[in-house]
């Protein structure tokens, strides 16, 4: 009996720590991708419960195209709420401020290409009727 009962704790221990998890897509230079298409690989995020997905996209102005992009896991979302998207002048690459679209979301491969993924915004809709 005692061997049911540890093997039933070790499986629901790992199905907690899975559930809490987050994936997100992080490109492989320290979440700087080579283009605005590379989406990086999907990589667990074991930054607990406070962790987002982050995309960062570089404004140059022109309005179809973007500079640098960044994708990774991240502790926090910069106080703007989670599933949205700012306009705002980030650092990158240690050099000046630049303006840029960031964005913060909090379910599995929502920082893929499209800012704030559709079933989120569908989601809130829902939960807003």
Sequence with gaps: MSTVFTASVVLLSVWLSSAASLSCYECPKEGFCDSADQLGG???????????????????????????????????????????????????????????????????????KKSVQVESVLLGVILAT
């Design 42 to 112: 999907g990589r667990t995020c074991d930054n607990g419960r406070t962790g987002v997905c982050i995309k960062i996209e570089e404004m140059t102005g022109e309005q179809a195209d973007t500079g640098v992009v960044m994708r990774m896991c991240g502790n926090n979302d910069y106080g703007q709420g989670g599933n949205t998207c700012q306009e705002t002048k980030v650092q990158l690459n240690g050099f000046h401020f630049v303006p840029a679209k960031l964005c913060t979301c909090d379910t599995d491969l929502c920082n893929g």
